[in-house]
Nanobody
């Protein structure tokens, strides 16, 4: 089981910035942390992940979004130059070290509109 504390969503104009944060609490070790998003009518997609193997970004956010890890189980997503197509619910994501089970937080809405 994993408990999530997500924050940082909101509404901005195109070109604006937002910072998401997520703390995951678990008695088991976490392997991968990251952010997934789902826009209306679209499938859930991976935005950025971070693990001991490094950071990965989707092509659509490379150069605009930055994922970082503050301590063992807190991550951030700095989103710059936001575009209308970035509008989605953003979910904090973890993959457990031993079981490889995946868990998602409750999600936070990001809306980009003029």
């Amino acid at each position: 089981q994993v408990q999530f504390a997500e924050s940082g969503g909101g509404s901005v104009q195109p070109g604006g910035s937002l910072r998401l944060s997520c703390t995951a609490s678990s008695s088991d070790n976490i392997n991968v942390m990251g952010w997934h998003r789902q826009a209306p009518g679209n499938q859930l997609e991976s935005v950025a992940t971070i693990s001991n193997n490094g950071k990965r970004y989707s092509d659509s956010v490379k150069g605009r979004f930055t994922i970082s890890r503050d301590d063992k189980n807190t991550i951030y997503l700095q989103m710059n130059n936001l575009q209308v197509e970035d509008t989605a619910v953003y979910y904090c994501y973890v993959q457990m070290m031993i079981s490889r089970n995946n868990y998602w937080g409750q999600g936070t809405q990001v809306t980009v509109s003029s």
